[in-house]
T-cell receptor
Framework: QKEVEQDPGPLSVPEGAIVSLNCTYS??????FMWYRQYSRKGPELLMY????GNKEDGRFTAQVDKSSKYISLFIRDSQPSDSATYLC???????????FGAGTRLFVKA | IAGITQAPTSQILAAGRRMTLRCTQD?????MYWYRQDLGLGLRLIHY???????GKGEVPDGYSVSRANTDDFPLTLASAVPSQTSVYFC???????????FGEGSRLTVL
């Protein structure tokens, strides 16, 4: 079993839809939870960063962490064609330097 | 513009050849990483360095070596390339202890 599981998609939605992206994990030591966005043929860029449980909102993006269920989510409101990219969840414990990534979900937002 | 610079952008390499992928950062981050990205497998950690002078093995270190002579540079060497090392390689850096990684644009390597 992988430490981090993420549905690779692809996920196709119409412009303006609410998008829900999810990851599950098995390591209860994870404390830092991140979402990265990666455009085609580019490097990943940090989108959202959350420590421990709870919600974090930044514009149209909301990240949720449920440590009891070992489940994290990224919601995108009013999705735009420019949101079309691969979204990678990532996690890290408090000790050490290793960040573990999910496989990434490809999202297509149709105009 | 501050960030991570990787070179080359892409390379086709014959099996058995030696190859070094270069990575330089100008953010003075202590930690640096090398990941490979393959379809369906996501980003997998090859090697990392917590600080200049130290390195560690990641999830898939076999066939790769790294060095960290100073804070800014973290080259990745394939001593004798094999076709299974065909991949996109990303270098990243982070400030001490955080999970906030800053990535380069990647080096696309094809081993024939």
């Amino acid at each position: 079993q992988k430490e981090v599981e993420q549905d690779p998609g692809p996920l196709s939605v119409p412009e303006g839809a609410i998008v829900s992206l999810n990851c599950t994990y098995s390591n209860s030591a994870f404390q830092y939870f991140m979402w990265y966005r990666q455009y085609s043929r580019k490097g990943p860029e940090l989108l959202m960063y959350t420590y421990s449980s709870g919600n974090k909102e930044d514009g149209r993006f909301t990240a949720q962490v449920d440590k009891s269920s070992k489940y994290i989510s990224l919601f995108i409101r009013d999705s735009q064609p420019s949101d079309s990219a691969t979204y990678l969840c990532a996690m890290k414990g408090t000790g050490g330097f290793k960040t573990i990534f999910g496989a990434g979900t490809r999202l297509f937002v149709k105009a | 513009i501050a960030g991570i610079t990787q070179a080359p952008t892409s390379q086709i390499l014959a099996a058995g050849r030696r190859m070094t992928l270069r990575c330089t950062q100008d953010m003075r981050h202590n930690a640096m990483y090398w990941y490979r990205q393959d379809l369906g497998l996501g980003l997998r950690l090859i090697h990392y360095s917590n600080t200049a002078g130290t390195t560690g093995k990641g999830e898939v270190p076999d066939g790769y070596s790294v060095s960290r002579a100073n804070t800014d540079d973290f080259p990745l060497t394939l001593a004798s390339a094999v076709p299974s090392q065909t991949s996109v390689y990303f270098c990243a850096s982070s400030a001490q202890g955080t999970g906030e990684l800053f990535f380069g644009e990647g080096s696309r390597l094809t081993v024939l």
